[in-house]
């Protein structure tokens, strides 16, 4: 018999969403940070058995939408309710509820099955870890409450064998051999912004989008070419630095996280350019793929 579904990840922002599926892909996906809005797609990681393949999708943390862009972020969080077969619906210690209504109304009248994990119990006590999973447990009744630390690798493979346990009877959606429905293009383009998350203060990173307008394979070595767009002038200024010394750390951390993804030399080409207000232009998201 061979099983397979679709998973969907959703919660809020910071809880540990793209580092569960990079634990369960074994490949990292989605790019982490501690900010928020790190994610901005549906990323779709697959895990393929010999008697399974489970479709796991990565979604941005659910927020109320400011702009265009973050818009279009929930509207991918809404398509993740759409065609689960299990839905996982992540919290983390400590945390309240879903800061959405609506949303967390879908989680409690859920058709589908639930797994609630609470996940960063590596931070928590025994006593704070009960009281929570009582808590959630009467916000939740519908779903099955797992406490895990997606960063540690705790109660991950446990999880993992309950999905599969709810898992339909179905042949396989993807081929075995693939990991992602995301174009090798996406990666490169989310490893730099990743970066940019990680080195630049404020509004920054939240103005920048990043666009791979070339990527040659050639036999020893992958040449790539990306741009970094920003909505002003002074944001350029800031992303290039001194001397360029700023651009130039983005370049060569990017770099060599590019060459452990893809297994080969990596030559990549950086440049900023101005893109007035990206962020609201409908025609613009869609070209940068925010449109499903
Ligand atoms: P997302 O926004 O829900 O996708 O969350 P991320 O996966 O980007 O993680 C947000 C932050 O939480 C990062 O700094 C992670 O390293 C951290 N994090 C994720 N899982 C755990 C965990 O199990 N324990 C702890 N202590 N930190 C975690
Ligand atoms: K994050
Ligand atoms: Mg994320």
Redesign the pocket.
Known sequence: MHKAGFVNII?N???????LMNAFVGEKL?I???K?Q??RHRILGIVNGDDFQVILSDTP?IIKPAYELQASMMDFVKSAFDDADVLIYMVEIGEQELKDEAFFKKITNSKIPVLLLL??I??SDQQQLEKQVQLWSEKVPNAEIYPI????GFNVKEVFGRIIELLPESPAFYPKDQLTDRPERFFVNETIREKILMHYKKEIPYAVEIDTEEFFEEETIIRMRSVIMVERETQKGIIIGHKGAALKRVGIEARKDLELFFGKQVHLELYVKVNKNWRSDQKQLKRFGYNQ
Do not use: R
């Open positions: 919660g922002p910071n809880v540990g969403k793209s580092t989605s982490i940070t501690s928020a790190t994610t943390g996940n960063k590596d931070k630390s997606a960063l540690e």
